[in-house]
Nanobody, 124 residues
């Protein structure tokens, strides 16, 4: 089973920026980010197809967050800009079973492997 190791996160003021990173132990076709706000279910944030960098975002972060990758390093990043207090959450890196990008963008992908989570707090 693939191991996903996250880094980054912390405290940032509203309007500020943070970057998260996630390294996979073996190459993945797709990687993504989720977040879990306290008291709520884990929610999709963004995903990227590692072969060509095609990305997909949840509406809540589109235009503010950017997912990118270094395929040769099995690494995915989440650059978070213009952050809001409602972005406060524990963020998780993940990779799904299978190779279907269609499943990713339709919410049907089976996100199987998870990183350890990293807390992001947006507060003044």
């Amino acid at each position: 089973q693939v191991q996903l190791v996250q880094s980054g996160g912390g405290l940032v003021q509203p309007g500020g920026s943070l970057r998260l990173a996630c390294v996979a132990s073996v190459g993945q076709y797709t990687m993504g980010w989720f977040r879990q706000i306290e008291g709520k279910e884990r929610a999709f944030v963004a995903a990227i197809r590692m072969s060509d960098g095609t990305a997909y975002y949840d509406d809540s972060v589109r235009g503010r967050f950017t997912i990118s990758r270094e395929d040769v390093k099995n690494t995915v990043y989440l650059q978070m800009d213009r952050m809001k207090p409602e972005d406060t959450a524990v963020y998780y890196c993940s990779s799904p079973r299978g190779r279907s990008w269609y499943d990713v963008i339709t919410g049907k992908a089976d996100w199987h492997s998870w990183g350890q989570g990293t807390r992001v707090t947006v507060s003044s």
